[in-house]
């Protein structure tokens, strides 16, 4: 091919791999980066207008929401809405999912989930956020309106899912179970372009991301395996590498490339983790597995867990498959003790 690959081109010639070759995923996934992109222009700016800091009120979750986060919310719901190919919405910001009854969406065959500005308390100090999501086909019967049926989906049935990681560059990263491509977007034509074709995560890495801060309260296994990435290493004749953002989509796309693993355990205070698992912990999961990686609770993979409320949350650990097999191993370990 001649010249660069841009997202609307490659997802219309990706277009007979998905399993309801219609086009609908098609353009919900154009949707999707465009949003993305208006996002990305806000968040660029962030440093300039007012519309940095916090707007004083809280989400559903009790957790600060930064103006931001109001601002990316409607503008992902709103390009879903208008663009005709998703019919409801969940979203970390809405206590309740939303539904698309009327105008171009009312015969759509999919629902989102959205976290539309993870890893928020970054904005105020200029450090990578994301926006994360998750694609499911409804399975209620499409002339009824959208149900939590439709939502409450196990991870395997994603039919798509990615993440936009607004960084020193913005990339787009999505799959819809064929790999996983990831597209950076070229400020200069304003479009997502084929950067990184069928992405692999390496099978084992050097970095483990975890807030450190809480391991008097992680369970025993974890406090071993965090002993174990400090030991020095045979091989390399180093302790492992600890890099924690604190923004999960950019801790996680640091490690899809370098190698690595992610962890945010079970505490004390909170067990069954901080992340959401419909739309933090699936779609990254479904991204990571597709690029040869592994995700689970500790015990099952996070993509077989059965959702039973639209903000639950998971313990997990992502990364590097033998990465992820090594703190499995401890954890039994550290349950036998
Ligand atoms: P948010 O959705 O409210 O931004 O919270 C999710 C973020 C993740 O991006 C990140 O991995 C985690 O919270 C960091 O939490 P902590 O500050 O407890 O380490
Ligand atoms: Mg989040």
Redesign the pocket.
């Known amino acids: 091919m001649i010249g660069v690959e841009t997202l609307d081109e490659f997802v219309i010639r990706k277009q007979t791999e998905f399993p309801y070759a219609r086009g609908d995923l098609s353009r919900l996934l154009r949707d999707i980066g465009l949003a993305a992109k208006i996002v990305n222009r806000e968040v660029n700016k962030a440093g300039l207008v007012d519309i940095l800091g916090s707007t004083g009120k809280t989400n559903v979750q009790g957790e600060e929401v930064k103006k931001l986060d109001v601002f990316a919310n409607r503008r992902f719901i709103a390009a879903l809405e208008l663009g005709g190919q998703c019919r409801g919405v969940a979203s ?1 910001e809405n206590k309740d999912f939303i539904t698309f009854r009327d105008g171009v969406s009312k015969d759509a065959d999919y629902v989102v989930a959205l ?1 539309p ?4 308390s970054n904005i105020d100090v200029n450090v990578s956020v994301g926006t ?1 999501f998750s694609i499911y086909r409804r399975v209620t019967p499409s002339e009824g309106p959208v149900t939590a049926e439709d939502f409450l989906q196990k991870g395997r049935n994603q039919a798509a899912a990615g993440y936009i990681i607004y960084g020193s560059s913005t990339m787009l990263v999505y799959t819809t179970g064929y790999g996983v491509n990831g597209f950076t977007l070229d400020p200069s034509i304003g479009e997502f372009c084929l950067s990184h074709p069928d992405m692999k995560i390496p099978k084992t890495g050097k970095t483990y991301s975890v807030n450190q801060g809480n391991f008097l309260s992680f369970p025993e296994g974890v406090k071993q395996f965090i002993r174990h990435c400090k030991e020095i290493d045979k091989a390399t004749d180093r302790p492992y590498s600890l890099r924690y953002i604190g923004s ?1 989509v950019a801790d996680i796309h640091r490690n899809l490339i370098t190698g690595g693993i992610f962890l945010y355990p079970a505490t004390t205070d909170a067990p069954n983790g901080k ?2 698992l419909l ?2 912990c699936n779609p990254m999961s479904f991204i990571v597995e597709q690029a040869g990686g592994r995700a689970t609770d500790g015990s099952r993979h996070i993509q077989d867990i059965e959702p039973r409320e639209l903000h639950q949350r998971t313990p997990i650990f992502i990364g590097s498959e033998l990465l992820v097999l090594k703190l499995e191993e401890f954890l039994r370990e550290g349950a036998g003790s």
């Open positions: 970390e976290d500005l993870d890893g928020s994360i999960m992340l959401r739309y933090e």
